[in-house]
Nanobody, 121 residues
Framework: QVQLTESGGGLVQAGESLTLSCGVS????????AGWYRQPPGKQRELVAS???????NYADSMKGRFSISRDNAKNTVYLQMNNLKPEDTAVYYC???????????????WGQGTLVTVSE
């Protein structure tokens, strides 16, 4: 069983920073791509950022320059550093990974339960 545990969400004021963490545990040997999505209140889930196993990153346009995704392969952990937060960044943030049990197994997509980030004016 694979579990993704997000942490680091909370209430902050506009202009402040937060770092989200996503720990992956369970019977996983290889974590390939990883990413963060968010779902603002009343809106659809959207991509925030993604990172490959080798560290290549991709960001949604509105997050470029403010958010930074990283990963620690030894710790099976993915991070999202969020700077200069804005009220429109308020959302539930979800971590997701593409992972496989071994190099001979197919990969599957796993999701965390989400962590709420609220940015006040």
């Amino acid at each position: 069983q694979v579990q993704l545990t997000e942490s680091g969400g909370g209430l902050v004021q506009a202009g402040e920073s937060l770092t989200l963490s996503c720990g992956v545990s369970g019977s996983i040997s290889i974590i390939n791509a990883a990413g963060w999505y968010r779902q603002p209140p009343g809106k659809q889930r959207e991509l925030v950022a993604s990172i490959t196993r080798s560290g290549t990153t991709n960001y949604a346009d509105s997050m470029k320059g403010r958010f930074s995704i990283s990963r620690d392969n030894a710790k099976n952990t993915v991070y999202l550093q969020m700077n200069n937060l804005k009220p429109e960044d308020t959302a539930v943030y979800y971590c997701t990974v593409l992972a496989q049990l071994s190099q001979w197994d197919p990969q599957f997509e796993y999701w965390g339960q989400g962590t709420l980030v609220t940015v006040s004016e």
